[in-house]
Structures are given as structure tokens and as C-alpha cells.
């Protein structure tokens, strides 16, 4: 049985193939003849994951499921949100994003924030959304030298490390993607029949 990831990123696609076994196996856009970038115009992180696996179903008639993920921060009304990747600016730049949020957050002491991914899963049967966030705090100041986008400013709730301190065993275990991708594949386990 097949099932097509909506990325191209290798590194996600064996995260998650690993996770499933061996009931389900994950194809990629470039497997299955998607080589056009898919569209991510919503405004928000839940309709952004929807809008990418409804246009693989829509174009390619193969089961499919996206992700999309983001930085919430309070003070800031939730942003950057659905546009955390490209906050500081095109080209996508993790330098320029943290200099924005840092920059944006100066005039503020409430630095409470989360991360927050959403799943999206299309088949023939019907549409079904998973969701992981994992709370935390902005810091002033960069720390660590792992991870990727806005990690080495966010520390998670309870931790006295960024994500960017934390060994990738440690923040996959924690993280909002590691939360979401859990109940994704504890439905899928129990719902093959839907694929």
C-alpha cells in the first residue's frame, strides 16, 4: 500500500517511513511525477497542509498527506505563523527571520510562543487533520548550533535548553511535528482501509 508524503525532503520521508514500518510505504512528489511547487496560499497553517494533499489527490489521484508548520508568538498576535518561513523577507532566510521576530518582540516582556504543525490527510474516503504544538519561550539571544529555522531562540516549555541545544533524538521526541506525526500514524494503523 502507497502513500504519497508531500515533500521531496528524503530526511522527513524516512523520519516518518521509519515511525510507520512496514505496512505503508511513503512515495515521494518526484516518485509520483509532482515536480511543480505546490501551492501554500492560506492563512493559516491548517489550510495551507490542506491545500497541498487536496492538490496531490486532485492532480495525481494518489492517497496523500502534507504538513505545514509554523511559529505562533503571542505578543505578536500569533505571528509569524503561516508565514514563518519567508518572515524576514524572500529568499527564505533563518537569519532574517530570527532578526525580524527578535527585533519585533524588543518592546515586549510576554515572550510565550508555540509551534505548531498540522497533518493533512486526502484519500478517496475523505479528509482527516492531525495537530501538534509544543509550547515555549523566545529568548533574547541565539543559542546552539543544531536544528533549523527559528529553533535556536525557542526553548521549550519545561526545558532549560533550545532546540537548537537538544540532540535531534531529544526534539523529536518533543516536538510539535514529532506530536502530530504520533496521532497521524496511530490513525493509520488503525485505518488502513482508508487509503
Known amino acids: ?3 504519497c508524503f508531500a515533500t521531496n525532503n528524503t530526511n522527513k520521508i524516512y523520519e516518518v517511513q521509519n515511525l510507520l514500518g512496514d505496512s505503508v510505504e511513503l512515495v515521494s512528489l518526484e516518485s509520483i511525477g509532482c515536480f511543480e511547487e505546490l501551492p501554500e496560499t492560506q492563512d493559516t497553517i491548517p489550510a495551507n497542509s490542506a491545500q497541498k494533499a487536496q492538490y496531490v489527490w486532485q492532480h495525481f489521484g494518489v492517497p496523500c498527506f502534507a ?3 509554523g511559529l505562533e508568538v503571542e505578543a505578536l498576535n500569533g505571528a509569524p505563523g503561516v508565514h514563518s ?3 524576514g523577507g524572500l529568499p527564505r532566510n533563518n537569519d532574517n527571520n530570527i532578526a525580524l ?5 524588543e518592546s515586549h516582556t510576554n515572550r510565550n510562543a508555540q509551534f ?3 497533518i493533512t490527510l486526502v484519500t478517496k474516503h475523505g479528509e482527516w487533520q492531525f495537530e501538534g504544538t509544543i509550547q515555549g519561550t523566545i529568548l533574547s539571544d541565539k543559542r546552539g548550533e543544531k536544528g533549523f529555522g527559528y529553533d535556536p ?3 521549550p516549555q519545561g526545558y532549560d535548553k533550545t532546540f537548537a ?4 533524538e531529544q526534539k523529536n521526541t518533543i516536538s510539535h511535528r514529532a506530536i502530530a506525526v504520533k496521532k497521524f500514524i496511530e ?3 488503525k485505518n488502513l482501509n482508508l487509503l
Do not use: G, H, P, W
Open 116 to 118: 505548531r504543525t498540522c
Open 85 to 87: 518561513a519567508y518572515y
Open 101 to 105: 521576530l527578535l527585533s519585533n518582540l
Open 153 to 155: 531562540v525557542f526553548m
Open 67 to 69: 504538513d505545514d508548520s
Open 165 to 168: 541545544e537538544m540532540e535531534i
Open 1 to 3: 500500500m502507497k502513500i
Open 187 to 189: 490513525f493509520l494503523q
